[in-house]
């Protein structure tokens, strides 16, 4: 029988390393090899495993030349360094450890909120250099200060426990934390500007996406108070550097410290030299308990999936058995858009979604059915999101999920309904999959359609009144803004309408804007799959 053959080609904690011989694997541990793309694609064809940190880049080219090749096993978090699309086409499944940093990291968030405080790196420097600035170095104390958490997923909340134990007011702006989740961990739930208003503190810990980008920029610095002092651990390019620099001069903010940076390695910055700012070489995971953590974790879900077929934190694939793919990959992909489609639309926190299973689909493995619908569903606001962490995310922030399954009691012999239930509102979008084996939506809101998910859609609802559409297609071809499909629905003649549409590329914000000025529109989206 082939005994797997794993390749090892960053450095990898020596028990790591042993986990995969003791579980009967053959282990090939070159920690070195990653820098050298021309090797790795030389020698990757002869195995079955690839384990590998930051320094590996397993392109497409070193996956066209890996033929042997199962999975791909990242120790750590962030995947950049694969490219997923193509181990995808290759049926090679690749993993990730998304929860073996999150202690460390959030020690180091409030290791930068103490060493700001008390201004603890400038003293130390002035001390050495043999000056004795007693007097300099005011700083305050954080027993009684409002920290201000943005984003109170795994790490957010390790961050908010630590806070409370140092007696600190902890409150949380985080859109998928439920009410129920926010007592538990004892904070407030807060819109935005209610804690940049009140924090005295303020840190970070929310993926970077579209809607996270620059959430903290010159407006909302303005917002806070005077005085406040500025953390980011989690990701570069949440924060307007230039604007938190300007923010220290002119004293609105006290101070700054920051781990990432929207360019790394960030050999320069706008934020370096400035007296107020406190910078780390994005040390957020960088312990040795961390480190061995994610070792550990990825070589024993390697080993699980190369000698059982046992499938853990896969990026790219749901726990599902080889016999069960070619039925339910269509599905999948169904669930995973129904799931995006509600949560580019969600604004509000999420208290509740229903997943309704109808016809023959009910009869599949629903559970992976579930994690696609909510990796679709957090991934607009949340980033990093796998079919295998989506649920445990969704249960971190206390929404409520249901499944429910029964016989066909409509048109079609399979049927998937997502209703999501927010603060503010409910909303419902179904689909099917046709012989041909295309996701299609059918139904949005109680409105029929009949539409296939496009790279780039518009949505729009709005009023049936006469002229819309002609004003809608007008604006964007105006803005040279080519129409692939146009999909029509409405409840009745005269009543609430919609129209969903096609188009070759991303839509500008100006045309949106355009749109929503329309005086029958009620709200407009860009949406991409």
Request: charged share 25%; aromatic share 4%.
């Amino acid at each position: 029988m082939h005994k797997p053959k794993v390749l090892i080609s960053d450095a990898l904690s020596p028990a790591a390393v042993q986990i995969f011989k003791d579980r009967g694997l053959e282990v090939d541990f070159q920690p070195n090899l990653g820098k050298d793309k021309d090797k790795l694609a030389e020698i990757i064809g002869h195995y079955d495993g690839l384990a590998i940190r930051s320094a590996t880049k397993a392109t497409a080219k070193i996956i066209e030349r890996a033929k042997r090749l199962k999975v791909i096993g990242r120790a750590g978090i962030g995947v950049d360094n694969v490219e997923i699309p193509a181990a995808t086409a290759k049926g090679i499944i690749v993993m990730n450890t998304p929860f073996g940093n999150s202690i460390t990291t959030a020690e180091h968030a409030i290791s930068l909120m103490l060493a700001l405080a008390r201004e603890i790196p400038q003293a130390d420097v002035s001390t050495q250099a043999g000056k004795w600035e007693k007097n300099r170095f005011m700083g305050v104390e954080i027993t009684g200060k409002v920290l201000g958490v943005i984003g109170c997923g795994n790490i957010g909340s390790i961050v908010a426990d630590r806070a409370q134990g140092l007696r600190m007011k902890v409150i949380a702006y985080d859109p998928f934390l439920s009410p129920e989740r926010a007592k538990d961990i004892g904070v407030d739930k807060v819109e935005l500007d209610e804690l940049l208003r009140r924090a005295d503190f303020i840190t970070l810990h929310t993926p970077l996406t579209d809607k996270t980008r620059n959430i903290i920029d010159a407006t909302a610095i303005a917002k806070m108070k005077k005085g406040v002092r500025l953390i980011n651990c989690a990701r570069g390019g949440l924060v307007d550097e230039q604007a938190v620099v300007d923010a220290l001069n002119s004293k609105h903010i006290a101070g700054a410290a920051f781990d990432v940076f929207t360019e790394e390695p960030a050999n320069k910055n706008v934020l370096f030299g400035h007296p107020n700012v406190i910078c780390t070489p994005h040390l957020g995971a960088s312990t040795t308990e961390a480190q061995e953590n994610v070792a550990l974790q990825i070589a024993e879900q390697m080993s699980d999936y190369l000698l059982s077929g046992a499938i853990s934190n896969a990026i790219n694939f749901p726990s599902i058995t080889a016999e069960e793919a070619p039925k339910l990959k269509p599905f999948i992909a169904l669930a995973e858009k129904l799931g995006s489609f509600a949560g580019q639309l969600t604004e509000t926190g999420i208290l509740k979604v229903q997943i309704t299973y109808e016809g023959h689909v009910g009869q599949m493995k629903i559970k992976a059915l579930t994690s696609a619908v909510l990796a679709g569903l957090l991934r607009p606001m949340l980033g990093e999101i796998n079919v295998v962490s989506a649920p445990v995310i969704a249960k971190e922030r206390g929404m409520v999920m249901d499944e429910i399954v029964r016989a066909a009691e409509s048109d079609y012999e399979s049927l998937i309904t997502v209703t999501v239930t927010t603060e503010r509102q409910e909303r419902s979008v179904s689909g099917t999959v046709y012989a041909d084996g295309k996701p299609r939506l059918v139904d949005i809101k109680g409105i029929r359609v009949d539409a296939e998910f496009g790279k780039s859609m518009i949505y729009v609802t709005n009023e049936d009144k006469p002229g819309f559409i002609g004003k809608f297609a007008s604006l964007l071809g105006d803005a040279k803004i080519n129409i692939a499909t146009f999909h029509l629905g409405r409840v009745a003649p005269g009543s609430d309408a919609i129209a969903l549409v096609e188009v070759d590329g991303p839509v500008p914000a100006d045309v949106l804007a355009k749109v929503q000025a329309l005086p029958q529109v009620k709200q407009v989206k860009a949406l991409a799959f």
